[in-house]
């Protein structure tokens, strides 16, 4: 039997009622085309294959590798590597029909989930829908709006690309090994109507990554860089970074690059 490993972050999810929740979110049909991030023992794998025509598999554990080519499933096309390094663009436009819907799913390691999320903003472009487990601090920070305590960098830069919604809760007890804290399951949709272009999603990523460098001082300070382009308001130069809008920062993202 499979141990699970620390340095991968490896809880396993054994509640049949949440794997039957977040497989009906995901809500496969034999012409999707999905990859899942880090099966483990194949909680979702199983249901989701009994759904689809074609499953893709993303493992860095190579003793899973070597379980799930050994389990020689059906549709099943188990692919060894790194997440963090994994060309989704590329696997998304392999998609093998232009119906079909492309979707992104799996139990991510806490230890990567921010730098992997962030990585496949790069893809977004060509993914209709993400379906993740993950840590709930995190999911939280995710999807909190403008004003609320956990809003912050994370939540500007996804909420700007993308439409999220917290769809399940998950308690410790749900997998084995239990993990210390609770775990969500978020939906993320690439939205319709984003405009930047690569230079100002950099933009977008200096000023949001500047204005909350201090959490607790004003954006008088925190933004004083680019005081002369951004002619912020009198309110605006006494707000903190968690009080200002992901449209606003978007817009002042526009300006920069003006």
């Known amino acids: 039997m499979h141990r699970a490993r620390k340095r991968f972050g490896q809880n396993f999810l054994q509640d049949s009622g949440v794997i039957y929740s977040i497989v009906a979110a995901i809500n496969p ?51 060894e590597g790194d997440a963090l390094q994994f060309d989704f663009l590329e696997w998304a436009k392999s998609k093998p029909s232009t119906g079909s819907l492309c979707k992104v799913v799996g139990n991510l390691p806490y ?9 496949l903003v790069s893809a977004a472009d060509a993914i209709d829908e993400q379906v993740f487990m993950l840590q709930a601090e995190v999911v939280e920070r995710m999807v909190s709006q403008a004003g609320g305590s956990e809003f912050s960098r994370l939540s500007v830069m996804l909420q700007a690309r993308y ?11 749900a997998f084995d090994p239990q993990p210390k804290v609770n775990s969500a399951v978020v939906r993320m949709i690439p939205r319709k109507d984003f405009s930047l272009n690569e230079s100002q999603w950099r933009a977008l990523e200096r000023v949001v990554a500047a204005a909350f460098s201090q959490r607790r001082k004003m954006l008088r300070t925190n933004l004083a860089a680019y005081a002369d382009r951004l002619f912020l308001t009198e ?24």
């Open 29 to 79: 049909n034999p012409e999707m085309h999905v990859i899942e991030i880090g099966p483990g023992l194949g909680a979702l794998t199983r249901p989701l294959l009994s759904g689809l025509k074609q499953l893709d598999l993303l493992e860095i554990d190579r003793d899973l590798v070597a379980y799930w080519n050994h389990e020689n499933l059906q549709g099943l096309n188990v692919i």
């Open 163 to 173: 439409d999220m919604e917290l769809i399940l809760e998950v308690p410790p007890e």
């Open 111 to 119: 230890n990567i989930s921010s730098p992997l999320l962030f990585h």
């Open 235 to 258: 309110s605006e130069l006494k707000a903190r970074a968690q009080d200002i809008s992901v449209e606003r920062y978007i817009e002042w993202a526009k300006t920069l690059v003006e």
